[in-house]
């Protein structure tokens, strides 16, 4: 079946500070989603990449979504003490609203 | 904005005991409802997706006649933990997609925390 890979489990950074987590696809998606989640808390939604190559900005996150439709990444700089929690991608295959999440990156934010 | 609400948030049950878990969108019409579960440090788990009106559909190694889900209207999915156990114990989401016009293709419930004595 589908598998979503995520790295890295865990990253801690000095806050200002930038980092990148990654996801892989072992199969090819329709579209990948990104949630946070914070501890104790539920899965907020943030985005949503549909296209090859496709580029999106929320601020200081920046989302991307590879050619193949295979990989992506959310790149976030100058860390601050609002962004620690859990970054989880979400791939969806088929258009059947079915998401296979990644392990996550846990994010821990030294001040 | 699209709201799903999930009830209750956290139950702590004895060994044995059947739960039930509801999830209700609360604006607009769910045609299809997930339901998730998350053991602490760990990732999002599919277990299931339910069509209004029809049998759901269970993820491979997900017991059926232990995680009993019923989807009984637009608005309403239930999640029934028969006789739990300590194992059983877990945070369970369920997320709804539908008619709703929204920059988002799911919404989630805040989760239920169920912990078995």
């Known amino acids: 079946g589908q598998q979503v890979m995520q790295i890295p489990q865990y990253q801690h950074v000095q806050e200002g500070e930038d980092f990148t987590t990654y996801c892989n696809s072992s199969?090819?998606?329709?579209?990948i989603q990104w949630y946070k989640q914070r501890p104790g808390g539920h899965p907020v939604f943030l985005i949503q990449l549909v296209k090859s190559g496709e580029v999106k900005k929320q601020k200081r996150l920046t989302f991307q979504f590879g050619e193949a439709k295979k990989n992506s990444s959310l790149h976030i700089t100058a860390t601050q003490t609002t962004d620690v929690g859990t970054y989880f991608c979400a791939g969806e295959a088929s258009n059947d609203y079915k998401l296979s999440f990644g392990a996550g990156t846990t994010v821990t934010v030294r001040a | 904005g699209a709201v799903v609400s999930q009830h209750p948030s956290w139950v702590i049950c004895k060994s044995g005991t059947s739960v039930k878990i509801e999830c209700r969108s609360l604006d607009f019409q769910a045609t299809t409802m997930f339901w998730y579960r998350q053991f602490p440090k760990q990732s999002l788990m599919l277990m299931a997706t339910s069509n209004e009106g029809s049998k759901a559909t269970y993820e491979q190694g997900v017991e059926k006649d232990k995680f009993l889900i019923n989807h009984a209207s637009l608005t309403l999915s239930t999640l029934t933990v028969t006789s739990a156990h300590p194992e059983d114990s877990s945070f369970y989401i369920c997320?709804?997609?539908?008619?709703?016009?929204?920059?988002?293709?799911?919404?989630f419930g805040d989760g239920t925390r169920l912990s078995i004595l």
């Open positions: 997320s709804a997609s539908g008619t709703v016009l929204s920059n988002q293709p799911q919404h």
């Open positions: 199969t090819t998606l329709s579209n």
